[in-house]
């Protein structure tokens, strides 16, 4: 049996960054990851020679290498990782579409969703510029109490229709809450997404996690793939050897779990106690579609925008569809239009929808298959509206669905972002077991990240 | 190890965190955190590489005595004597 300073449950992007960070200060660290290569809900595939980049459609939380303090350049200086050799791409701009009066662009400038607010709600443009002041100067991360961002929202804007815009992008991409979202949450998100923005890495995903992972090789650390754990042994309350499905033991004096809270629940109690785990499991799941088009048909199409976040669903609302999924409202991405990136002779265009994982659940595997091509018929027609036809071009299709996430991610019922309930400081019931990742309120890539970071600083380092 | 010594040492240290920190005009009394754009996790890296290096555990307690390059030297000199 082999013996550790900390195991660290997941090779996705928070636990690769908490492995980097306690292999760099010489702890002997073991990651295991449960499938064969690295990223967890970022990772990637291939299908007829071609690499499919998983979760990723951007990155957010850009900023220049100048800006010290921008959480991305604090993320890498933890991780001793040289932010200029990074090459990035920003975006193009993108846009949140209700209908054709009601559209508003923005990009990495601000500057460009301040004249679009005012374009489009010139009543408002005031209280959206103190709506960013107030933004630019609340700490989100201090411990507090679950606040209504509409609540929030209602009294700084008065203005329900531009509310709800501004809310769809950062609800679609980290809001695990149905209908509303936590305030401290949804000024993380306009952090990231409207003052700093989108951007990419050079290179795909794989190129990222392997940058990470021979990184976190080269400080000593050590991952096993094809490991996944069973559960835990517990003594004395501790977390005192992790059980994997093989039947291999491994010691531990601390673990960091990103499996999700349900998940890790489960290693903690061996399935006694399913009920309780149900309460940690989120509702919003999603369903993607890949698309490889032929570069030719970009003219034909609305491809000039790196992502267009459209809801066409009166009064507007963010919550699990009744049916297997809601093709009125998506994201659709096209990660290619980021700039000074090559063109090939494809190119993707991803469209996201809310999903209902309890129906997509339900289905026997004909019946499963059946409703993919008809979800995808679906989207297609009203995406089809938006960008203009292009159905009948597509060369490869792929479909994930919320049972394809749970399967892939272990994240239960699919739901990507997490639980409701976040337990935002990481601790447990077991005091030498911590949580990071999506479960505790930081969102996308450099959140995850910097989530494993975090968990390490406060638990590990300043106990020790 | 000489207070020289010690101040060599943490001009290193910090120099590793980050690349691009302009030590050479460091002001040895005046707090490190305002002169080079420090924020409290890259405070918490000068703690874990004295840890790494010497085996030194600081207490939380301990870290306002890190505050400048002075009292840096000044708080790890009869700690790190030896070294």
Same mark, same amino acid.
């Given at each position: ?20 960070? %306690? ?8 990651? *295991? ?28 939380? /850009? ?16 991780? &001793? ?6 090459? #990035? ?20 400038? %601000? ?38 961002? $509409?609540?929030?929202?209602?009294? !700084? ?74 559960? /835990? ?7 005192? #050897? ?21 998940? +890790?629940?489960?290693?903690? #109690? ?28 970009? $003219? ?15 009064? /507007? ?23 000074? *990136? ?18 997509? &659940? ?13 979800? +995808? ?31 892939? #991610? ?17 601790? +447990? ?7 990071? @990742? ?5 969102? @996308? ?6 989530? @494993? ?12 | ?9 943490? !001009? ?72």
């Amino acid at each position: 049996m082999g013996s550790y300073d900390q195991v660290i449950i997941g090779g996705g992007l928070s636990g690769l960054a908490a492995g980097i960070r %306690l292999a760099r200060f010489g702890y002997k660290v073991l990651i *295991l990851e449960k499938h064969a290569i690295p990223g967890g809900l970022n990772s990637y595939y291939f299908r007829q020679g071609r690499l499919l980049e998983t979760g990723l459609h951007a990155m957010t939380n /850009f900023a220049p290498p100048e800006s010290k303090a921008a959480p991305l350049n604090r993320l890498f200086r933890q991780l &001793k990782l040289s932010r200029k050799k990074f090459s #990035t791409h920003q975006q193009l701009r993108s846009t949140i579409y209700f209908s054709d009066n009601y559209s508003l662009s923005f990009s990495n400038d %601000l500057g460009l969703l301040s004249s679009e607010v005012e374009r489009v709600f010139p009543e408002s443009i005031d209280r959206f510029t103190a709506l960013v002041e107030l933004v630019r100067s609340h700490d989100p991360f201090v411990n507090r109490p679950w606040i209504s961002a $509409k609540d929030r929202l209602r009294d !700084l804007l008065d203005n329900e229709r531009l509310m709800n815009m501004l809310l769809w992008p950062l609800m679609m991409y980290g809001n695990c809450n149905e209908h509303d979202m936590d305030f401290d949450q949804f000024v993380i998100m306009f952090q990231s997404v409207y003052l700093e923005g989108f951007f990419r890495p050079a290179g795909t995903i794989k190129d990222f996690l392997e940058m990470l992972l021979d990184h976190y090789r080269s400080l000593g650390g050590e991952i096993r793939f094809r490991a996944p754990v069973k559960h /835990f042994r517990i003594r004395d309350e501790q977390v005192d #050897t992790v059980v994997l499905e093989s039947g291999e033991e491994i010691g531990c004096g601390q673990v960091i779990s990103t499996a999700g809270y349900p998940a +890790t629940l489960q290693f903690m #109690t061996s399935n006694q106690h399913p009920v309780e785990a149900d309460k940690y499991s989120g509702r919003m799941s999603f369903v993607e579609i890949i698309n490889v088009l032929p570069v030719a048909c970009r $003219k034909t199409l609305r491809s000039d925008e790196t992502i267009i976040f459209y809801n066409l669903d009166e009064p /507007f609302d963010y919550r699990r569809p009744d049916q297997a999924v809601n093709v009125n409202c998506g994201v659709i991405c096209f990660p290619e239009n980021f700039h000074d *990136l090559e063109v090939g002779s494809e190119f993707q265009l991803r469209v996201t929808h809310p999903a209902n994982y309890d129906i997509w &659940k339900s289905f026997g595997p004909d019946e499963y298959a059946e409703q993919k091509k008809l979800w +995808t018929v679906r989207s297609s027609a009203v995406v089809g509206e938006i960008i203009g036809n292009y159905r009948q071009k597509v060369v490869y299709q792929d479909v994930f669905t919320p049972i394809t996430i749970e399967k892939f #991610t272990g994240k239960a019922n699919g739901a990507i972002y997490g639980s409701p309930i976040k337990l935002k400081d990481g601790t +447990t019931s077991i005091a030498n077991l911590f949580v990071a @990742g999506t479960d505790q309120g930081y969102l @996308g890539i450099v959140g995850a990240m910097l989530s @494993g970071v975090t968990m390490v600083n406060n638990h590990i380092f300043e106990q020790n | 190890m000489t207070r020289d010594e010690i101040k060599d040492v943490i !001009l290193e240290i910090i120099q590793d965190i980050d690349e691009d920190s302009e030590i050479e005009n460091l002001d040895a009394d005046k707090p490190l955190r305002d002169q080079l754009d420090l924020d409290s996790m890259d405070f918490l890296d000068i703690v874990m590489e004295l840890r790494k290096r010497y085996q030194l555990q600081i207490p939380e307690a301990d870290y306002p005595e890190l505050a400048s390059l002075t009292s840096c030297v000044n708080y790890l000199e009869p700690r790190l004597k030896e070294v």
